[in-house]
């Protein structure tokens, strides 16, 4: 079984600078990845004052039931609620989603974050998705790992295909190394990363190992900080890419993911 997936952080559904609606440019790149799943942060479940403000463009549905359309089953897990709405995580998935839960790993009142479990039913077997945003802070995202780890550990079976994306705030990827130890998942551009390269080579004679960096995602514009992860158990990787340009810049401050998966026998 092939999977192609995608991981984004859709900043609500507005641009970046002016907090203009892209949620319909959004719908339209979305489909452009052609996507089976797409693992989705900062989704906007309701925001009366923007659908007030901006009528023609904002539309009357939640935005994870209106970036799935027809094509996708959509679930939502509300992360941050306030007087006026509320966001959170959403997958989309062509796949029927078995089970669902979203659980709390806030770490501050003031930084909502959550991880939505998703059971996806393809004809091969179940698989495990956990659309993850954690929080700003290292110390924070250093509890909040510990919280996914243990959240996977006990709700995936050992030999369950596992796949792990969204939004880590990671840019020091402190992080891989140990989803990597506790939970035998790689991270998509791993074995791109890891081809031998002079420099490496070298790093590897001197004892100090090669550094395997996930891509740059973000700002959009320019992409410099590695802040968008997918981690997988159970699958080859075929392909992974970043989605660079101009229209990819005007629709958030993050870039997507997106990656092929193989299932492994």
């Not at 693992?39 to 539309?59: C, I, K, S």
């Not at 039931?65 to 941050?80: E, W």
């Not at 659309?131 to 030999?159: C, M, W, Y």
Request: proline fraction near 5%.
């Amino acid at each position: 079984m092939k999977l192609r997936i995608a991981t984004y952080n859709i900043h609500k559904g507005v641009s970046s600078i002016g907090s203009r609606p892209r949620i319909h440019a959004l719908k339209q790149a979305l489909t452009s990845m052609s996507a089976d799943v797409v693992f989705l942060q900062e989704v906007q479940g309701r925001h009366d004052m923007m659908a007030t403000r901006h009528a023609t463009a904002w539309p009357e549905e939640a935005q994870h039931d209106f970036l799935a359309g027809d094509s996708h089953t959509a679930v939502y897990g509300m992360n941050a609620a306030y007087d006026h709405g509320h966001h959170g995580n959403a997958l989309l998935s062509t796949y029927p989603i078995g089970t669902s839960r979203n659980q709390d790993i806030s770490d501050h009142k003031y930084e909502k974050r959550g991880i939505l479990h998703c059971v996806l039913q393809t004809p091969d077997t179940e698989v495990h998705c956990y659309v993850v945003h954690l929080g700003l802070f290292a110390g924070g995202r250093r509890r909040q790992t510990d919280a996914l780890i243990e959240a996977v550990t006990h709700s995936a079976p050992p030999d369950a295909p596992v796949i792990i994306a969204g939004d880590f705030n990671d840019w020091g990827n402190h992080l891989s190394p140990v989803l990597r130890k506790e939970l035998d998942v790689c991270e998509v551009f791993d074995q791109r990363a890891q081809r031998l390269t002079v420099g490496s080579m070298l790093r590897k004679l001197s004892g100090r190992g090669s550094v395997i960096q996930p891509a740059r995602t973000f700002p959009a514009a320019l992409p410099m900080l590695r802040l968008d992860r997918i981690y997988v158990r159970g699958f080859t990787v075929e392909s992974a890419q970043v989605l660079h340009g101009a229209m990819w810049a005007r629709l958030s401050d993050h870039a997507p993911v997106v990656a092929t998966l193989q299932l492994k026998s």
